[in-house]
């Protein structure tokens, strides 16, 4: 079939599902995020995008301290929840058993697989969306996910996002090796 | 298990693929791209971070335009062969069958379910990457890739990377919905 126009307001596919923790007015506070991305190899850094009205936001800003925590497929159901509430109106300080690294403002989520505490480089102002740019300062692994010392996705079981079909997916097969399966293109 | 700390250069789980393009010298050329993610809400924008030493970033530089293509998993080899050749060395320009939208200097590519055409918003500067920040100006689907309109992931079939294990993964079942799932947990 052939390639139509569609609207521009469009997806990556698929996106990641992170908790995003802060510590706000006092206490741990969690946000569902799908716009985050590595964005510096060395020292490491990511970025993540807020929409400008979130709670979370202000925790960063103060603190400029903040973590990443990947859910594995079991805290579906918790991870969407920390979506649907904001800690404007809800405390989500008791839903995870929180640990702290380094960064006393990080709060680190026990339950997940993985585990990132980061400082606040930079954050660029854009329309309708705060981008925080963190440097990963300090991560922690569940043991039982690493193979070779490093995360293990088949461990770990972390789920994707899509939009506006709103589908949480699993990973599925593997699929090729990268920086290897397009060898055989070279002459 | 319990947490034990791991060497803080980790990823984000999975990463999207993607192909970016853009004009360099003269002719399209293309990079696979895994850390991307959307950035703003309206208008639609986007962010993807390259190594400096990137053939790719001059052009999006001189031109201020790019594209992002979604391979589906059928572009595997060819994808993963863009992300082994720099543009310097290799001629990309007739691996795919381009066409251009509004933009003159963002190739799309036939072959992808998902095409978009970004004028360039700002570049950060980090460490060793730049932080390309653009604004989706024109998206294009194949019609066989979509449902009531919008990309659906089933039909489009991308794939995912993960690091340093270098494996590329297919997307798997649906595990719940989005905005929904942690109803339950609400009081």
Chains 1, 2 share one sequence.
Not at 23 to 34: D, F, I, Q
Not at 55 to 83: A, Q, W
Not at 148 to 156: C, E, L, N, T
């Amino acid at each position: 079939m052939g390639m139509t126009r569609i609207d521009s307001n469009v997806s990556i596919y698929p996106m990641p599902v992170v908790l995003v923790g802060a510590v706000v007015g006092g206490r741990a506070n969690l946000l569902a995020v799908g716009w985050i991305s590595r964005v510096n190899h060395q020292p490491p850094m990511l970025s993540m995008s807020l929409s400008k009205r979130h709670y979370t936001n202000d925790g960063i800003r103060e603190h400029k301290e903040f973590s990443v925590n990947v859910p594995g497929v079991g805290l579906l159901e918790k991870t969407d929840y920390c979506g649907l509430v904001s800690g404007r109106e809800v405390d989500k300080s008791k839903l995870f058993d929180f640990f702290y690294g380094r960064l006393r403002n990080a709060p680190l989520i026990r339950e997940c697989p993985l585990c990132m505490a980061c400082t606040l480089v930079e954050a660029v102002s854009l329309p309708s969306n705060d981008l925080f740019i963190g440097e990963i300062v300090e991560a922690y692994a569940d043991e039982g996910c690493l193979t070779a010392g490093s995360p293990d996705i088949s461990k770990m079981q972390p789920f994707t996002l899509t939009m506006p079909d709103n589908t949480y997916w699993r990973i599925g097969e593997k699929a090729g090796n990268a920086w290897d399966a397009g060898r055989k293109l070279m002459q």
